[in-house]
């Protein structure tokens, strides 16, 4: 089988049943939540000043979880407000 993503446009792929399936696989949701967490950690957001995070495309909202699990967990460490946006442009 070939990968998906050379076989043509995303969203001939990547539609909701596929969605469902990769939220569904624990793999793919431990391999998103590294790979975000890294991307954060990456950031070096400030403690000392608010800080706003834009997702763009973000598709099935996995990254979009654990932004917001980091920001509860800022909010209650250093009380420093990280505002977050997350759209899905589709095409």
Not at 19 to 43: H, P
Not at 44 to 60: A, M, N, Q, T, W
Not at 65 to 82: G, K, N
């Amino acid at each position: 089988m070939s990968r998906p993503e050379l076989t043509g446009h995303a969203s001939l792929f990547y539609n909701e049943k596929e969605a469902r399936k990769y939220d569904s696989s624990s793999r793919m949701v431990g391999i998103q939540r590294e790979i975000t967490e890294r991307a954060i950690e990456l950031l070096k957001l400030p403690s000392d000043r608010p800080s706003f995070i834009l997702d763009v495309g973000c598709g099935s909202g996995l990254s979009g979880q654990v932004c917001m699990y980091f920001i509860m967990f800022v909010l209650q460490l250093y009380e420093i407000a990280i505002y977050i946006h997350m759209f899905d442009l589709r095409g």
